[in-house]
């Protein structure tokens, strides 16, 4: 079995997709909420603990919101639609 991998070799189709890739889908749909208001969001990684690292950009970047932003926004919608995520973190 491949769970360690996350391939989701013998698993449903709908099984198969990876941490990284629902996480992923999930930006992009907020994506366009923050670039209605001058930002962006690129997605820098996924980790083995399931901690999702962010960058915010444009006028997100530096906002004294962007905090508000990140905990009450983003890492809310992402824990909500991919129950593994552990944290969110903004990395400058």
């Given amino acids: 079995m491949c769970d360690n991998c996350g391939c989701g070799e013998g698993n449903p189709p709908e099984a198969q997709e990876t941490?990284?890739?629902k996480v992923k889908d999930v930006i992009e749909s907020i994506r366009p909420a923050l670039q209605g208001h001058g930002g962006d969001i690129e997605l820098l990684a996924?980790?083995?603990?399931?901690?999702?690292?962010?960058?915010?950009?444009g006028a997100c970047q530096g906002c004294p919101g962007a905090a508000m932003t990140m905990t009450m926004g983003i890492e809310r919608i992402l824990k909500e639609r991919v129950p593994q995520v552990k944290e969110v973190i903004a990395v400058d």
């Avoid at 996924?46 to 950009?57: A, I, S």
């Fill in 46 to 57: 996924t980790e083995t603990d399931n901690t999702v690292r962010v960058r915010l950009q």
């Fill in 19 to 21: 941490f990284h890739q």
